[in-house]
């Protein structure tokens, strides 16, 4: 009599969604900067926010396929919080 064995397969996103924080560049510099706070390090630029946008996903895949080659685990991703802050602002001396 044959035995049926059933493996389960554990099924693994290939998607992961990071967090993107975009700056204005400093003042007396043109453009944008962008850093991935899940991907310490992770930093990239650009002339407009939608190249900015764009150079950080490179930014982030080439990140990742660094971090594979090494065999470093590669991080769960994250779901962003954005919450509003109201302060009063200093009134002038």
Excluded at 59 to 86: N, R
């Amino acid at each position: 009599m044959l035995k049926r064995t059933q493996k389960k397969l554990a099924v693994i996103s290939r998607d992961r969604t990071f967090s993107v924080v975009i700056h204005r560049a400093d003042a007396g510099e043109t453009g944008f900067w962008a850093e991935v706070p899940g991907l310490p390090g992770c930093v990239t630029q650009g002339e407009s926010v939608d190249e900015t946008i764009l150079h950080a996903r490179e930014a982030i895949e080439g990140h990742l396929e660094a971090l594979a080659k090494m065999g470093e685990p590669i991080p769960g991703g994250e779901q962003p919080a954005i919450v509003p802050i109201t302060v009063r602002l200093p009134q002038p001396a």
